[in-house]
């Protein structure tokens, strides 16, 4: 009963906090001696681990949000709580937070700090799962002893989950951005079975966590409808990508179906996993965390410009109205259908490749290029295991075609686009201090 009484009293005073303005959050005077000495270790990865998958459940289960949407606020939350915890700990230069306001002050906890700036934030954009979000702010706290070392992290959590929020102010979340493009060969348009409209258009002009505009990586166009290399993706698609084909082996279905569970669930997953088995301390997890995830919220942004820009169809699309695109070496096939339901948004670039290609440059550059990713998949309940990126990423540029749901070069464009992302995030952000 006590003990619950304190996290209470401790969610009171995150609560309070919270309705103080960014600039006349008090600092705790050092005055004053600890009750507890200073930690003579850096805490484990738990607050971090722990917070990821209350974040999952909150954007995911709860909230429902679709496609690649989790990334951009797994992106909000890691980032918030990487400043938390590197305020606090050192180590990393802090994200796009001026130094001295983003010291902590001596002798926080930074668990305290992470499990705070975790739920201010995600508070803040889901208040329908507060008790949710507060059930687990109450297990956070009580792992940690009461104390001055708890209420400072406490206060610091706040600061830095306040100047995240204040950074994505009117960033242009849910903005109603139409698609009216006219079908004609080579556009995009609803696809079957559900022919349902183009999905979050706002994402495509969504401003970045990391790049300048949702277009600094705008891939080039797409093959012309008459070039050889569309021909060739197409009839690659119509073979291997069609529901029930002949010339995909077991494998290669596995392999489309294996990668079909939703991703940013599955790397959330991954990441979590990797950082228990490795050891990782809360510094090294939440720049891994804050890292992987922005850098994916920015391939997912950077995609939807792509898609909403070129707006080229999909497979199906194509496949049933070959006789309309005026290339001599494609065939309609008007009943054709695909291994996956067709996602309702256009074809290039492939957003999945663009999101595996910044995660896998992110683990590259943490891991010395070891990956050891390990990853899940609920659609075939099957786990794997990999070591080297360039493996991650040919198996996922093969699945999305395995899939029936795009065309080979959508996907290589895509990874070599989000590549060049994940490599910008550790270039200029989250970089050890001097």
């Given amino acids: 009963m006590q003990a619950a009484q304190r996290s ?25 001696p600890d009750r507890h000495p200073p930690r003579t270790r850096t805490p484990n990865a738990e607050v971090i681990t722990d917070w990821s998958r209350t974040a999952v459940a909150v954007v995911a289960e709860d909230a ?57 934030v995600l508070l ?10 507060d059930a687990a702010y109450d297990v956070s706290l009580a792992k940690i002893p009461d104390g001055r070392a708890e209420d400072r992290g406490v206060r610091f959590g706040e600061r830095a989950a306040a100047r995240l929020i204040e950074l994505r102010e009117n960033d242009g979340r849910d903005a109603k951005i139409p698609y009216d493009r006219k079908p004609a ?99 090294e997890a939440a720049r891994l965390f804050a890292a992987a995830n922005t850098a994916t919220a920015d391939a997912t942004i950077t995609t939807w410009n792509s898609k909403f820009t070129y707006a080229l169809w999909r497979p199906i699309t194509a496949i049933r109205l070959a006789d309309t695109d005026g290339n001599p070496a494609t065939e309609a096939d008007p009943s054709w259908e695909p291994l996956l339901n067709t996602p309702p948004y256009p074809e290039y670039m492939g957003g999945h490749c663009a999101n595996d290609g910044a995660a896998m440059a992110v683990l590259d550059r943490l891991t010395g290029g070891d990956i050891d990713l390990r990853m899940s998949s609920t659609v075939t ?24 749901i795009h065309f080979r070069t959508a996907d290589v464009v ?7 992302i994940g490599e910008l995030a550790l270039d200029h952000y989250f970089k050890k201090l001097t």
């Fill in 64 to 120: 429902r949000r679709p496609t690649a949407e989790p990334f951009v606020w797994y992106g909000f939350v890691s980032a918030a709580v990487y400043n938390a915890v590197v305020g606090i700990e050192g180590r990393y230069a802090p994200y796009k937070w001026h130094t001295r306001d983003a010291r902590g002050p001596r002798r926080a906890s930074s668990e305290a700090a992470a499990a705070t700036a975790a739920r201010r």
């Fill in 381 to 404: 309940g099957t786990t794997r295991t990999y070591t080297r990126s360039a493996d991650f990423n040919r198996d996922v540029i093969d699945a999305r075609v395995w899939s029936g």
């Fill in 414 to 420: 895509g990874s070599d686009i989000g590549r060049r």
């Fill in 8 to 32: 209470g009293t401790r969610r009171a005073l995150a609560v309070g906090l919270a309705a103080v303005s960014l600039a006349a959050l008090p600092w705790v005077s050092e005055a004053a």
């Fill in 124 to 133: 803040t954009y889901f208040p329908a799962s507060k008790n949710r979000i």
């Fill in 185 to 283: 060969p080579g556009v995009w348009r609803p696809s079957p079975p559900a022919d349902a409209p183009f999905g979050n258009t706002w994402l495509a002009k969504l401003r970045p966590l990391l790049l300048d505009s949702p277009d600094q990586f705008m891939p080039p166009p797409p093959p012309a409808l008459t070039s050889k290399r569309y021909a060739r993706d197409l009839a690659e698609a119509k073979a291997m990508g069609a529901k029930h084909s002949t010339e995909r082996n077991p494998w290669q279905t596995e392999t489309a179906l294996f990668f079909s569970d939703p991703l940013p669930q599955q790397f959330q997953a991954s990441y979590a996993d990797h950082a228990t088995r490795h050891g990782l301390d809360i510094v």
